[in-house]
């Protein structure tokens, strides 16, 4: 309740918002309908939540604390490894013009970042080196990634309005599995099956996108589009508040 205006607004507006979340199908079910995102999405809200915090308080344990936690995102979901470059320079800008809760211990813009980094490349490289040792080549972050956008940038996906396919990656593996026994196989025949895949699965790609370039536009749109749906009841209904920042 806001005490000071004397209104039940924002507590009306906070229950309406949680019917419509509870009622809404897409939302009940996020968290079993797909695997890390929900958790990836918690994890930036916290991120966010703690690195501003942080900023204001301008000690080297927040900023730790900080280059932990997206470590942690990192490993949740690898598509984060593409925010570092605009992750450092926001953190910089963020702590420049973050009001300082207090003077005392207050490190420098230029050493919060630091610590922050040199954290997340501490915690990070445990994990980019298992699996560069496991799979006994360069692939920091695994071979899912490369698999993953062939599933992307495809004929289906540009025919179903930009979702991402699977079949593609399903039918790679299918070929590669046929040619070795499954019932003798070693571990190393199952990394060399990975390995192969994210080879092919790069070729496929670029590929794809070298001969389709002037298809990129439509594509993103068509995803844009999809992802985005439905736009219909109360999931447009949603949508609509989002925009007017509820």
């Not at 199908?25 to 991120?47: H, W």
């Not at 501490?122 to 496991?134: A, P, Q």
Request: proline share 4%; charged share 20%; glycine share 8%.
């Amino acid at each position: 309740i806001d005490h000071e205006a004397g209104s039940l607004l924002p507590v009306s507006v906070g229950l309406s918002l949680i019917a419509i979340v509870y009622s809404e199908r897409n939302f009940r079910n996020y968290t079993t309908d797909f695997s890390t995102e929900p958790l990836a999405f918690l994890l930036t809200q916290i991120f966010l939540l703690i690195v501003w915090y942080g900023s204001q308080r301008g000690r080297w344990r927040w900023a730790a604390f900080g280059g932990a936690l997206f470590a942690f995102m990192v490993f949740c979901r690898g598509v984060f490894v593409l925010w570092i470059p605009l992750v450092a320079i926001w953190l910089w800008y963020a702590y420049r013009i973050s009001k300082p809760m207090a003077v005392g211990n207050r490190l420098e813009p230029r050493r919060w970042v630091f610590v922050f980094m040199l954290t997340f490349g501490l915690l990070s490289s445990i994990w980019w080196v298992r699996n560069c040792c496991v799979l006994s080549s360069f692939h920091p972050l695994g071979t899912k990634g490369v698999a993953t956008l062939m599933g992307g940038y495809c004929d289906e996906s540009f025919q179903s309005g930009g979702e991402w396919q699977f079949a593609p990656e399903r039918e790679m593996r299918r070929v590669l599995e046929s040619k070795i026994d499954l019932e003798t196989a070693t571990p190393l025949d199952f990394q060399n099956i990975e390995l192969e895949v994210d080879k092919q699965a790069g070729f496929q790609v670029k590929q794809w996108i070298v001969e389709n370039i002037q298809l990129l536009p439509e594509l993103l749109f068509k995803r844009v589009v999809t992802e985005w749906n439905p736009y219909t009841g109360k999931a447009l209904l949603l949508k609509l508040l989002a925009l007017v920042g509820v």
